[in-house]
């Protein structure tokens, strides 16, 4: 039987408590208090295991394919419209303004191209944390001409 379940056949009981509260004068305040902190930390909680399957499809299924005319950034088990979200897509080397970096997620920043139609263009991709994290910084920085480089933590 689910939690939920439980609270709910509860209900009643919880209601009872309230009234007997109220009858003997004092304020049912800290049982709705209980209650309130309750569903706070179940949705709270809920969010959270929310984004770490997020995180953790992002960190398994990305992947980084690289080619003479730009880099392509692919997440497998994720539909295409979600990945497209969630930073995938591909930039041509000549587009490629700024690699910036946000806590563990890079960021390749491109200019807007007037041959590509805006509902086809892609301006931003996002990659976290690849096998070979150093060798592609090395090629993203020697490929791209018009590169700038922010990182927000330092």
């Known amino acids: 039987m689910s939690m939920l379940s439980q609270i709910i056949e509860r209900l009643p009981f919880l209601w009872t408590q309230v009234h007997f509260?109220?009858?003997?004068?004092?304020?049912?305040?800290f049982l709705y208090?209980?209650?309130g902190i309750l569903i706070?930390?179940?949705l709270l909680s809920v969010v959270i295991l929310i984004l770490s399957i997020i995180?953790?499809?992002?960190?398994e299924t990305t992947q980084v394919v690289i080619d003479d005319i730009g880099i392509t950034i692919?997440?497998?088990v994720i539909p295409a419209w979600?990945?497209?979200r969630l930073g995938g897509g591909r930039l041509t080397w000549k587009r490629i303004v700024r690699l910036q970096r946000k806590f563990f997620l890079f960021h390749l920043s491109a200019e807007i191209d007037q041959e590509i139609p805006e509902s086809l263009a892609v301006l931003r991709i996002h990659f976290v944390l690849?096998?070979?994290l150093?060798?592609?910084?090395?090629i993203i920085v020697n490929k791209s001409p018009h590169l700038r480089w922010t990182d927000t933590n330092d």
């Open 82 to 84: 979600l990945s497209k």
């Open 74 to 76: 692919q997440h497998q």
């Open 33 to 35: 208090g209980s209650i």
């Open 40 to 42: 706070v930390s179940g």
């Open 134 to 138: 150093e060798e592609l910084i090395t």
């Open 21 to 29: 509260l109220k009858l003997q004068g004092e304020s049912p305040g």
């Open 55 to 59: 995180f953790l499809i992002l960190v």
């Open 130 to 132: 690849v096998e070979y």
